[in-house]
């Protein structure tokens, strides 16, 4: 067969194979220089720290030092940041304290540090061209979306930062690429080509995660389309038996969970090897944890406490010492309940004399050695010092909370009550014969005949009980917030300071703790801590509001130079996706209509490259949006630059049928004919309008960009009708506007 032959052209004036690769060759070149040039654009300005640089940088720094912090995204994005700053010479003593700081005055190689999320940002672009062209677009479609990319104001000024979204985003796109090239060699099964493809997927679907827990998203989108696969194969039509589909089965599940697994524990190894010192990170951890790190305080002043010893015990949450005082519960409260009058037990956060306790046994002691040691499950009571009552709990209502218990005294020498003063000491994750320690020993303290914890919250008593936290005993009795601390010892039983009691007899040695469990414990932590992240902040958004862009975030601002940067994103980009989401949804959903009563308006190859490439892309975006009203945290803009790269992809491709009506079928640009095996290039007629209207596309998109140019980079300043003209929605805070008098 002749080269003419072994072409299918839909168009007279196709391009050959040859010159077609040349052209494509020229526009990923041009879209990366560009990329570069706009991303690198005066990046050293403002040498100050920006928006979340003071959390990022910080962490970069902590890396350098090896002291060990606490973030709630996981590590990989964070250790490229430290690796580049270690690259670039920072000694990380530069503490990122508030935004404005300046880099300068204080000698931080920023513009290295910074250079890493640009170069990711650039690289960004030509993958989004590079999926574009693998699912069988044509080049000015390709273009088109990764224009949408490359002159979006919103990716721009994320990416030129100390931030985590550039390797999000780029972690994000090599994985939707990586998978696109997995799916077109399916036919190819088990070939070296096949599993590199699909481990390649595997792995840049981890440094997603790495990057972001909302890399779990990515994980999704691509998990839906391996999941259609796997049906689709399952089909007694494609004629494979059951252990043919098992095979293809686990071969995914290899490549697609088992490697991401590995890939995803070994950036917690490595993170856990760098950050080897105690640092800001400790108390979110438990004291285990915190006793592996070098120079901990638990691991240096955590001392075994003995029978007798006065104690200070400090609740975990809120930091208030259990405390009590002489003044009685008043008979009744507000809402008409009656108290037992007993002695008040409240948390006060200040150290007092009304804070000691006193450790009693309630088992015969030998009168000297080891067998005086407070141990894990023991049975005790508590003396209260100054007042010589015993701590006490009973079936009566807590002033503000009336399913919970309340919490007195008992006067020491009247036997009468001696079972409720019974409490067992529960060391949290302590094993039989633990001993009870100061700082590390933390506790839960549980009364042995109603089962109830003691706790505490925030919620204040009123004057009468001079306005202290309350304490009542939780029915929950494993509450994670019921748990306590010994703060320090004051004295043992004859009143002697303590302080090195085990310093000779216990040598302080950094001590080991399995790789499974630190991790475990991190990734728990992480995930309550990132759902509590609910307070408010003035530039939170809504989902509802990214795609029209209602809203952005005030990066930064210098009242001389009257510069700020806001991040904002390119208005007839994001307006033009959404535009395509809806054009897809309604071509769809009539074509569907019209197929109920057996009319096909659009052709059966045109509706299946819809449903397959595009309906990959609006997956990708689905999953990278829609989760986002269920999460019950601040929200920002930024959130949703993974969702808005995959809704580029769905504007070239709806952009696409608009222009042509035709297809690109296969997807692969070679690749074998199904049906005659022979290998052969199927074109699209795409036409000089529609590489014009692609053209006029893409040139609104760079003036639009320019418009909002002084918004992203924080330069030139802008004088107030400058700011006004380009404030076009009123919902958009823009600093420096005219004030209108009207």
């Not at 307070?535 to 509001?545: L, Q, V």
Request: a neutral charge; hydrophobic letters at 45%; proline letters at 5%.
């Amino acid at each position: 067969m002749s080269a003419q032959g072994d072409r299918e052209f839909h168009g007279a004036t196709s391009p050959s194979p040859l010159e077609s690769d040349k052209i494509s060759a020229a526009v990923v070149c041009t879209l990366t220089a560009l990329a570069f040039a706009l991303r690198f654009y005066k990046i050293s300005h403002p040498d100050e720290v920006v928006f979340d640089e003071v959390h990022f940088g910080k962490f970069a720094g902590y890396y350098i030092l090896r002291e060990y912090y606490f973030d709630v995204h996981p590590p990989f994005a964070k250790l490229l940041l430290g690796l580049a700053a270690w690259f670039v010479g920072f000694d990380g003593k530069f503490d990122f304290e508030s935004i404005g700081d300046s880099y300068s005055k204080n000698h931080v190689p920023y513009v290295g540090i910074r250079a890493l999320p640009a170069v990711l940002g650039s690289l960004t672009v030509p993958i989004v061209y590079g999926i574009m062209k693998q699912s069988g677009f044509p080049t000015a479609i390709a273009a088109f979306s990764a224009a949408i990319i490359l002159f979006d104001n919103a990716h721009i000024a994320q990416t030129r930062l100390i931030l985590l979204d550039a390797a999000l985003v780029f972690f994000m796109a090599l994985s939707l690429y990586s998978y696109i090239r997995f799916r077109k060699v399916r036919y190819s099964e088990y070939t070296a080509q096949w599993w590199g493809w699909m481990i390649a997927t595997g792995v840049f679907l981890a440094c997603t995660l790495g990057c972001k827990m909302v890399g779990l998203l990515t994980f999704a989108a691509v998990g839906t389309a391996v999941l259609v696969d796997l049906w689709d194969l399952l089909d007694h039509r494609k004629g494979l038996s059951m252990d043919q589909v098992s095979k293809h089965f686990f071969a995914r599940a290899f490549g697609l969970i088992l490697v991401p697994a590995i890939v995803y524990l070994s950036f917690f190894w490595v993170h856990f090897k760098v950050l080897k010192f105690s640092g800001t990170g400790d108390s979110f951890m438990s004291p285990a944890f915190q006793e592996t790190l070098h120079g901990n305080e638990l691991l240096l002043n955590s001392h075994e406490i003995r029978y007798y010893d006065t104690l200070t015990l400090k609740h975990k949450e809120t930091k208030a010492f259990l405390h009590s005082h002489e003044e009685k519960y008043p008979l009744t409260y507000s809402d008409g309940r009656v108290s037992s009058q007993g002695q008040q037990v409240t948390a006060y956060p200040h150290n007092d004399t009304n804070n000691h306790w006193q450790v009693v046994p309630t088992i015969t002691l030998p009168p000297a050695g080891r067998g005086r040691i407070v141990r894990h499950m023991d049975v005790v009571q508590l003396l209260h010092v100054p007042t010589q009552t015993y701590l006490l709990t009973h079936d009566v209502a807590s002033p503000l909370m009336p399913t919970n218990q309340e919490f007195t005294t008992w006067p020491k020498g009247d036997e009468s009550r001696y079972n409720d003063t019974l409490f067992e000491l529960q060391l949290i994750n302590g094993d039989d014969g633990d001993p009870w320690k100061t700082k590390s020993g933390h506790f839960r303290l549980v009364h042995v005949p109603t089962k109830v914890a003691l706790w505490t919250y925030t919620s204040a008593l009123p004057a009468w009980a001079f306005k202290q936290q309350e304490v009542n005993g939780n029915k929950n009795a494993q509450d994670k917030t019921a748990t306590w601390f010994v703060e320090e010892i004051i004295s043992d039983e004859n009143g002697h300071d303590v302080h090195n009691r085990t310093s000779a007899a216990e040598p302080k040695t950094v001590k080991s703790m399995n790789f499974f469990r630190k991790f475990a414990e991190l990734q728990l932590s992480m995930l309550q801590h990132n759902a509590g992240l609910t307070a408010s902040h003035p530039y939170a958004s809504s989902p509802i509001n990214w795609p029209f862009l209602l809203s952005g975030i005030s990066f930064w601002t210098h009242n001389d130079t009257k510069g700020q940067i806001y991040l904002i994103g390119n208005i007839f980009g994001w307006w033009t996706c959404v535009l395509a989401l809806s054009v897809f949804v309604g071509i769809m959903g009539a074509d569907a209509l019209a197929r109920r009563r057996n009319i096909k308006p659009i052709p059966d190859l045109v509706r299946n490259r819809l449903l397959n490439s595009t309906g990959f892309f609006i997956g990708a975006w689905a999953w990278h949006f829609l989760p986002f009203f269920l999460m019950d945290r601040q929200l920002f803009l930024h959130h949703y630059l993974p969702a808005h790269l995959a809704s580029a992809l769905v504007a070239g491709s709806v952009l696409n049928f608009v222009l042509t009506e035709s297809i690109n079928y296969p997807i692969s640009v070679w690749g074998p004919n199904l049906h005659t095996g022979a290998s052969r290039r199927y074109y699209t007629d795409f036409g000089s309008k529609g590489v014009f209207t692609v053209g006029a596309g893409i040139l609104f998109l760079a003036l639009t960009f320019l418009f909002f140019a002084p918004l992203t980079y924080g330069t030139p300043g802008l004088d107030p009708e400058g700011v006004n003209r380009r404030r076009l929605l009123s919902t958009w805070t823009l600093h420096f506007a005219k004030v209108s008098n009207a």
